[in-house]
């Protein structure tokens, strides 16, 4: 979709409905807002949507607290703007509402996008669905102001691991340096957005790294938690960002991987890695990502047989990729 089909279109209709992806992290908050935040200084009718809870340390941004986790409200014409998924399947369970309006316009940078929309603006060189909003801004000539512009910023910033992975281009920076002109303390967004915890967390993570496993042939490290140790903390899922990456990081170490067991008898996995594309592992167990971020659920299994599984697809991907070879973890 063209920037005059968007323009087209937005023209045509009043109603506008933001929806963003289960577990929503920075990129699918700080976006979700932004575009909200533009489109209504357009006059337009917005309404914002996520399946799940917006994780309390976002509470600060602008507009937190109109997400809507009802999908849809009473259905009536007008466009639907999915941010930051790859597929339907991120909505949980708003999917099945979204198909029952037309005009889906699919936003998003992952390169497993399955370009479900009926309209599809899908940049995969993007660092973050927050710059392709912001390009959209540009391009529309809609007012940046101080509130889209922190949203944005939290957008970039979150997906770049604040500006440290390798998907941060001087575009991204160009992109950060016009949001900082608009008044953005990136002092005050780190506090908030990836500094502090809660006393839950850290005790979370002592737990998780009690479960540290290093892999004897294969550069992989991996370490778990169950559902039932979050409620002894009163913690949540959120909590748990991050936590992944003690294990990616060791030296030597190539791929972290972070199993969480819920109370359903699920285990979400979550793949970090330093440079093999773990968006493919992820996507043999019906998942997908980024090439160095990357999840999938193991449905009903749970525990060992789910974590032996995942290891077993890892060591197997790493065995074709460099047969004969293997690294040892200092
Ligand atoms: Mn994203």
Not at 25 to 45: E, P, Y
Not at 228 to 241: F, H, I
Not at 242 to 247: D, K, L, S
Request: aromatic share 10%; hydrophobic share 40%.
């Amino acid at each position: 979709m063209n920037s005059q089909e968007l323009s087209k279109l937005l023209n045509k209709h009043n109603n506008i409905y933001i929806l963003t992806h289960t577990l929503p992290d920075g990129d699918a908050i700080g976006s979700a807002l932004a575009w909200g935040t533009v489109l209504r200084h357009l006059g337009k009718k917005v309404r914002i949507f996520c399946p799940g809870v917006i994780p309390r340390k976002y509470n600060f941004l602008p507009g937190a607290s109109e997400f809507e986790h009802i999908f849809p409200p009473a259905p009536s014409p007008g466009i639907v703007f999915v941010l930051d998924c790859g597929d339907l399947e991120r909505l949980d369970y708003m999917s099945q509402g979204v198909g029952e309006i037309e005009n889906i316009v699919n936003i998003d940078h992952h390169a497993t996008n399955l370009l479900f929309g009926d309209f599809n603006i899908v940049d995969t060189s993007a660092a973050a669905t927050g710059e392709i909003i912001y390009r959209l801004i540009i391009e529309q000539e809609l007012p940046l102001d101080y509130e889209a512009s922190i949203c944005l910023y939290v957008a970039i910033a979150s997906d770049t691991g604040s500006f440290k992975y390798g998907n941060t281009t001087a575009q991204t920076l160009r992109i950060t340096a016009t949001l900082l002109e608009k008044g953005v303390d990136p002092a005050l967004v780190s506090q908030k957005i990836f500094d502090e915890y809660p006393q839950s967390t850290i005790h979370l993570l002592r737990e998780a790294l009690t479960t540290l496993q290093i892999d004897e042939t294969f550069p992989i490290a991996w370490m778990n938690l169950h559902e039932d140790t979050l409620d002894t903390y009163g913690a949540k899922a959120e909590e748990l960002e991050g936590f992944v990456n003690y294990a990616k990081n060791i030296y030597g170490v190539e791929i972290g991987i972070f199993f969480y067991h819920t109370l359903k008898g699920e285990t979400k996995v979550g793949f970090r890695s330093k440079s093999v594309d773990v968006s493919s592992i992820a996507g043999l167990f019906g998942g997908g990502g980024h090439p160095r971020a990357a999840g999938c659920t193991i449905k009903y299994q749970e525990g060992p047989d789910a974590i032996r599984l995942v290891i077993e697809a890892v060591r197997k991907t790493l065995q074709e990729k460099k047969p004969n070879t293997t690294v040892k973890c200092e």
